[in-house]
């Protein structure tokens, strides 16, 4: 299933409507303003965004969007222009209501997604990250190995935190690797408020830098200049993973992928430990 999120004016909803409900892989949200989007992607992970550019802010907006939700697909529809360029979108369509466009847009989105994960769980460090969660012994030293393999990779501080309990909300810091004085302040338990609760709330990946509200203590108040915060496991929350650098803007795309790459190897390792396949 595909979740979509439209966020259009409102004298096109229907429309929208039209074009999209009639895929049965499409489950779909249409919304009016990009306030209402920002919302909705906080709480609940979506897959594709798709945004008229009309909206107040668009081009703003996608920036925004781009930092902190890296993985998410965005389709800017200008039917004004004969011919576009997507700019930070992810693609761009100017008949979005011709020969299903808009749905074919989405639909080569997501293959070319699938097709970028399976060439990307073959690399290198993905291996080696698996084999070294293989031979650690015991659930805690699979967290610690699964940490430093992460902080291996360059980054300048990393952090695991269990997810305990839902309510109520308990996630605890388990593994950690960086400087000493990083380590001395770190949070030992997170809240739902900072990224760490976010991701283990949603399961969404997020990066943050110092001026967003959904943050971690230490980037927000400059200690760190960026994270990248991602969950491990999906139907079942095991915990989240969180990977930090000193320079502000330094984690990309790309680095989000190959951290979620790993965390997807962590949690099927401690299901093997915890007796679950």
């Known amino acids: 299933m595909i979740n979509i999120l439209v966020t259009i004016r409102r004298e096109r ?17 249409l919304i009016t303003s990009t306030q209402e989007a920002l919302e909705l992607l906080r709480d609940q992970p979506h897959d594709v965004l798709i945004l008229d550019n009309e909206m107040d802010g668009a081009f703003e907006f996608i920036g925004d969007l781009r930092h902190s939700y890296p993985r998410l697909l965005i389709v800017l529809v200008d039917e004004d222009a004969d011919f576009a360029m997507p700019g930070q979108a992810d693609d761009i369509s100017t008949e979005p209501f011709k020969n299903d466009d808009l749905a074919r847009r989405i639909h080569r989105l997501m293959s070319d997604r699938q097709l970028e994960t399976l060439r990307a769980d073959s690399l290198p460090p993905v291996r080696e990250v698996a084999k070294k969660l293989r031979k650690a012994v015991g659930e805690s030293g699979k967290q610690q190995a699964a940490v430093t393999a992460c902080r291996e990779l360059g980054y300048d501080y990393v952090a695991f935190y269990r997810f305990e309990s839902a309510d109520p909300f308990k996630v605890t810091l388990k593994a950690q690797d960086g400087p000493a004085a990083i380590q001395a302040v770190a949070l030992k338990q997170a809240t739902p408020e900072d990224v760490i609760g976010f991701v283990a709330t949603t399961g969404q990946s997020r990066i943050t830098k110092p001026e967003d ?3 971690h203590p230490l980037v927000k108040r400059g200690r760190l200049g960026a994270a990248a915060c991602v969950a491990v496991g999906t139907a079942n929350r095991y915990g989240v993973l969180i990977a930090c650098n000193e320079k502000p803007d330094s984690i990309t795309q790309a680095q989000m992928l190959l951290l979620e790459l790993i965390c997807a190897q962590f949690a099927a390792v401690i299901v093997r430990e915890q007796g679950g396949g």
């Open 13 to 29: 909803a229907a429309d929208y409507y039209k074009a999209l409900s009639s895929y049965r892989d499409f489950r779909v949200r």
């Open 213 to 215: 509200e959904v943050n």
